[in-house]
Nanobody, 125 residues
Framework: QVQLVESGGGLVQAGGSLRLSCVAS????????MGWYRQAPGKQRELVAD???????NYADSAKGRFTISGDNAKNTVYLQMNSLKPEDTAAYYC???????????????????WGQGTQVTVSS
């Protein structure tokens, strides 16, 4: 299993900033990409931003210009710097990663696509 652990959520006033972190652990061989998704109550989960192992980034229109995704391949970690936060950014934020890993004690790698448990971001007006 590959586990993802998020941190950095919290309560912030509109216009404020937060930085989310996500660390992947396990017998990871390689990670293709890591990303952040969010889900507000009553809404579907949506992509916020993702980053490939080569550093290519992709942002939702709502995140462009305000959020920055970055990664540390050596640490299997992805960050999301969120600035100029708005009340509509309030949601549970989930980390996602895909790649290859060794399951159990096997020496044959297989693919994984894992999700973290989520971290709550609440932006007050």
């Amino acid at each position: 299993q590959v586990q993802l652990v998020e941190s950095g959520g919290g309560l912030v006033q509109a216009g404020g900033s937060l930085r989310l972190s996500c660390v992947a652990s396990g017998r990871i061989v390689s990670i293709n990409s890591m990303g952040w998704y969010r889900q507000a109550p009553g809404k579907q989960r949506e992509l916020v931003a993702d980053i490939s192992s080569g550093g290519s980034t992709n942002y939702a229109d709502s995140a462009k210009g305000r959020f920055t995704i970055s990664g540390d391949n050596a640490k299997n970690t992805v960050y999301l710097q969120m600035n100029s936060l708005k009340p509509e950014d309030t949601a549970a934020y989930y980390c996602n990663a895909d790649g290859r890993y060794y399951p159990g004690i096997s020496l044959k790698s297989t693919s994984f696509d894992s999700w973290g448990q989520g971290t709550q971001v609440t932006v007050s007006s």
